[in-house]
């Protein structure tokens, strides 16, 4: 059945409000009417299974019929950071990345990054990325729509390693395996770092791991700057038994 998210505030007294561009979505694109199921998630951890009452041009009223716990969500909370790639690959990682489950996205700057960010532009870019992240999370039914951060430099993504449990920098001249790092913490916050085309430099590596970052290897084969975060975190989320979906 097709998901819709909406805010939390949307939902009450029995009743979920869609507004935006989903309207359009539910009305032209897929055709419901009222008597129509869809599910409706408020990213809090609940789906409703609702039905529609009334449509508008500018919304959709649902009458809510049962809620069930979301099962989309992993338990690691993984952050993809990932030194800015050209348009298409990274829109790639942001859409692959919530499919496979990541918790929220990091785009930043660094020494070898090809993009360069035009100030003016940045919210509409912001803008375009959180629509891909949030068609991503419906149609791969997330609990939750991930975070897009804003654009940050090299020092500031390494000043919010911080606040992260563990952070890995995906290193490909040498580091710990990544199935033995992650064996090794039993952290649900994880950051992990990933450079562009052309890597990281030693200097940076450097500092990264002076900011608590682990090297680690993704394996002897050199992957490309989108497959990288995407593979990790398939590998993270499996070693930790943390794809769910088991029914026996
Ligand atoms: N330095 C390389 C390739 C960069 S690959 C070059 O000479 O062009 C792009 C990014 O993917 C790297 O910065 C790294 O973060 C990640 N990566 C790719 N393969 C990796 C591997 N085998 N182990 C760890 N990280 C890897």
Same mark, same amino acid.
């Given at each position: 059945?097709?998901?819709?998210? !909406?805010?939390? %505030?949307?939902?009450?007294?029995g009743f979920a409000r869609i507004i935006g561009e989903?309207?359009?979505?539910?009305?032209?694109?897929?055709?419901?009417?009222?008597?129509?199921?869809?599910?409706?998630?408020?990213?809090?951890?609940t789906d409703y299974l609702c039905e529609i009452t009334e449509t508008g041009a500018e919304e959709?009223?649902?009458?809510?019929?049962?809620?069930?716990?979301?099962?989309? %969500?992993?338990? !690691?909370?993984?952050? /993809?950071?990932?030194?800015?790639?050209? &348009?298409?690959?990274?829109?790639?990682?942001?859409? *692959? &990345?919530?499919e496979i489950g990541a918790a929220g996205f990091i785009p930043f700057t660094s020494e070898r990054c090809l993009i360069k960010i035009d100030e003016k532009k940045a919210d509409k870019k912001q803008a375009r990325w959180r629509k891909i992240v949030k068609e991503a999370a419906e149609?791969?039914?997330?609990?939750?729509?991930?975070?897009?951060?804003?654009?940050?430099n090299w020092k500031d993504l390494l000043r919010?390693?911080?606040?992260?449990?563990?952070?890995?920098?995906?290193? %490909?001249?040498?580091? *710990?395996?990544l199935k033995r790092a992650i064996a090794e913490t039993e952290a649900s916050e994880i950051l992990l770092i990933v450079g562009p085309e052309g890597g990281f430099s030693e200097r940076e590596a450097e500092e990264a791991a002076g900011s608590g970052a682990v090297p680690i290897s993704l394996g002897s084969r050199i992957l490309r700057?989108? !497959?990288?975060?995407?593979?990790?975190?398939?590998? /993270?989320?499996?070693?930790?038994?943390?794809l769910g979906g088991e029914t026996e």
């Amino acid at each position: 059945m097709q998901r819709y998210f !909406t805010a939390p %505030e949307q939902i009450s007294g029995g009743f979920a409000r869609i507004i935006g561009e989903d309207v359009h979505h539910i009305l032209r694109v897929m055709r419901c009417r009222p008597g129509d199921r869809i599910i409706v998630c408020a990213g809090t951890g609940t789906d409703y299974l609702c039905e529609i009452t009334e449509t508008g041009a500018e919304e959709v009223l649902c009458r809510i019929v049962s809620e069930s716990p979301s099962t989309g %969500e992993p338990v !690691t909370r993984l952050w /993809i950071a990932q030194s800015l790639t050209k &348009g298409d690959k990274w829109e790639w990682v942001l859409q *692959k &990345g919530t499919e496979i489950g990541a918790a929220g996205f990091i785009p930043f700057t660094s020494e070898r990054c090809l993009i360069k960010i035009d100030e003016k532009k940045a919210d509409k870019k912001q803008a375009r990325w959180r629509k891909i992240v949030k068609e991503a999370a419906e149609q791969s039914h997330r609990g939750r729509v991930p975070e897009v951060a804003p654009v940050m430099n090299w020092k500031d993504l390494l000043r919010s390693v911080a606040r992260f449990e563990a952070a890995f920098l995906a290193w %490909e001249k040498g580091g *710990k395996a990544l199935k033995r790092a992650i064996a090794e913490t039993e952290a649900s916050e994880i950051l992990l770092i990933v450079g562009p085309e052309g890597g990281f430099s030693e200097r940076e590596a450097e500092e990264a791991a002076g900011s608590g970052a682990v090297p680690i290897s993704l394996g002897s084969r050199i992957l490309r700057a989108e !497959t990288a975060p995407l593979f990790a975190a398939s590998c /993270i989320l499996f070693a930790r038994n943390d794809l769910g979906g088991e029914t026996e």
